[in-house]
């Protein structure tokens, strides 16, 4: 069964760096997504992303994220300057088409901010 | 927007016994409902979904009921097993075009041996 792949498995990053997360979503998925989970709390969305573009982004999603297609294949979320706050589980998920359709999950990435 | 509250945030039962985790969503005009059970350290994974046009949908041993009126939606898990132990996530995506999904808090099911 296909899956949604997501690189590195751990980050650990100093505070002030830049750090990009990235996500390889199922080969004929069309809308991507970008979802946080700090520990022991619930999953938050962050953004969607379809036809190179974003179409919906949560009010965490300040200015210090952006995300990117840079080829056919990965699909990434950069934070620009991080904060300690920003440690968390990132899951990347894909789904065939939006609204309404089943979103499959990535791994995630635990992020650590020193 | 959407906001999702799951109850209870612990479930302990006996195995075999079965598990009713309830949410209850705030906009009327939500459409989709999925659940995901995410086990420690793992990915959250969908194992049942519910669109608004539906009121019940069964697979094997997990089913889920949506009440539109009340705006709630339930899981239920009959004939627990060991493996089913782990946190349980209700979502939902707000209507007017929305994509992202707004999760509930999850709900932590034990299943005593």
């Known amino acids: 069964e296909p899956e949604v792949t997501q690189t590195p498995s751990h980050q650990v990053t100093q505070m002030g760096q830049e750090v990009i997360l990235r996500c390889v979503p199922i080969?004929?998925?069309?809308?991507f997504y970008w979802y946080r989970q700090i520990l022991g709390q619930k999953v938050e969305f962050l953004v969607s992303?379809?036809?190179?573009?974003?179409?919906?982004k949560s009010e965490i999603f300040d200015d210090q994220f952006s995300v990117e297609r840079p080829d056919g294949s990965n699909f990434t979320l950069k934070i620009r300057s991080t904060k300690l706050e920003d440690s968390a589980m990132y899951f990347c998920?894909?789904?065939?088409?939006?609204?309404?359709?089943?979103?499959?999950f990535g791994d995630g990435t635990r992020l650590s901010i020193l | 927007g959407e906001n999702v509250e799951q109850h209870p945030s612990t479930l302990s039962v006996q195995e075999g016994d079965s598990a009713v985790i309830k949410c209850t969503y705030s906009?009327?005009?939500?459409?989709?409902f999925p659940w995901y059970k995410q086990e420690l350290g793992k990915r959250p994974q969908l194992i049942i979904d519910i669109r608004s046009n539906v009121g019940e949908k069964k697979d094997q041993r997990i089913a889920v009921t949506l009440n539109k009126t009340a705006k709630h939606f339930s899981l239920h898990i009959t004939e627990t097993q060991p493996e089913d132990s782990a946190v349980y996530f209700c979502a939902a995506i707000s209507g007017g075009g929305a994509d992202g999904l707004t999760f509930g808090k999850g709900t932590h099911l034990i299943i005593q041996p």
């Open positions: 080969s004929n998925h069309l809308y």
């Open positions: 906009d009327s005009a939500s459409n989709y």
């Open positions: 998920a894909s789904s065939e088409q939006g609204r309404d359709q089943p979103q499959h």
């Open positions: 992303f379809y036809n190179n573009e974003i179409s919906e």
